[in-house]
């Protein structure tokens, strides 16, 4: 259990508030995160995208809890990242979260047949050695390698080796499974069939996960993609499916603009251009939205 459990009552397995990562070297000062706004609910799949530089691994690593923030709130599953002891921070890194990389090497431990690499993340959380074999090959059963269980990595495919990362990260049903670019490796057909292993395993376990990816065609898989841009959640696009009157499903994706607690929100670059916004633009009130004009037109 986490030290408080307050928040495990609410349906919010991530709350960040205005989180703050500033890098420090010497007198140079780098702003990561520059008050990030991110509410996940327990057992949703949400993707991140967003330009190289945007913050989408300063991000991951806060919530990996190998990474602190300078400032803000984050909360995972009743876990306060920002007010943890280095025992506790051990205790939530091995139990209440999984972590798959890229890349597939960096998974997996290469001498050890695919059983006793989830084996060892098993064997941290205490799992005795007498269980830990068939723990181990249900894990295996469940991502859809249970024929690998005796390989070692270099005689598993690129697909196997990420559903071995998949089970060792799922070794002690963490609360929360972060993927940074998973099947970025992978071509586009194993990469689908990760991604319906990985929302199965969000569907039927109630496991949130966030996916790190810059690829447009993985992040449409999940039912919403936030956009990340310097520092900050920019946009976010949800998507559901809809049955027309000719029975055909669909798939409708709507974009939105992310306003934080003190209401502000960013103009995307294409809308700024388009009408050479600027420093100053003039805000209107209408009946059923706001309007936003260029500042120097009268
Ligand atoms: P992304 O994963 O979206 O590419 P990052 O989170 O890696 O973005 O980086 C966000 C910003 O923070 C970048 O400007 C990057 O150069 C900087 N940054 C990340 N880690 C460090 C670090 N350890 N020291 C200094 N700057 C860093």
């Keep these: ?8 009552v609410s349906n919010a397995a991530i709350t960040c508030e205005s989180v703050v990562r500033i890098h420090r070297h010497g007198s140079i000062e780098v702003q990561a995160l520059q008050g990030l706004d991110l509410h996940v609910d327990r057992g949703e799949m949400i993707a991140v995208v967003g330009p190289s530089g945007a ?41 209440a979260v999984g972590v798959v990389q ?12 695919a059983r006793d690499n989830v ?15 068939a723990r181990a090959e249900a894990l295996l059963d469940r991502v859809g390698v249970a024929h690998c269980a005796a390989r070692k990595p270099s005689e598993l495919s690129g697909g ?18 972060l993927a ?3 099947t970025g490796e992978l071509d586009t057909d194993t990469s689908h069939e990760i991604f319906r292993t990985m929302r199965s395993v969000s569907e039927e376990e109630g496991t949130t996960i966030v996916v790190v990816t810059h690829d447009p065609a993985v992040s449409a898989q999940v039912g919403r993609t936030v956009a990340i841009r310097d520092g900050r959640t920019s946009s976010e696009v949800l998507r559901r499916t809809e049955t ?5 499903t669909h798939v409708i994706a709507e974009e939105y603009a992310v306003m934080d607690r003190a209401g502000r929100v960013q103009v995307p670059r294409e809308f700024r251009e388009a009408l050479e916004l600027t420093r100053r633009v003039r805000l209107a009130l209408e009946a059923d939205h706001v309007a936003m004009f260029p500042g120097d037109r009268p």
């Design 1 to 8: 259990m986490p030290p408080h459990s307050s928040a495990t």
């Design 55 to 95: 913050g989408k691994s300063t991000l991951l690593n806060i919530l990996a809890g190998t990474d602190e923030p300078t400032a803000g709130v984050v909360d995972v599953a009743g876990w306060d990242l920002t007010a943890m002891s280095a025992k506790d921070r051990v205790r939530y890194r091995r139990n």
């Design 102 to 113: 890229q890349q597939t090497s960096r998974n997996l431990i290469s001498y050890l047949t």
């Design 119 to 133: 084996s060892v993340p098993l064997s941290l959380a205490g799992v005795r050695h007498s269980q830990r074999g």
């Design 160 to 177: 196997e080796q990420q559903r071995v990362a998949l089970a060792i990260a799922l070794a002690n049903s963490p609360a929360l499974l």
């Design 180 to 182: 940074d670019e998973p």
């Design 244 to 248: 027309h009157d000719d029975g055909q």
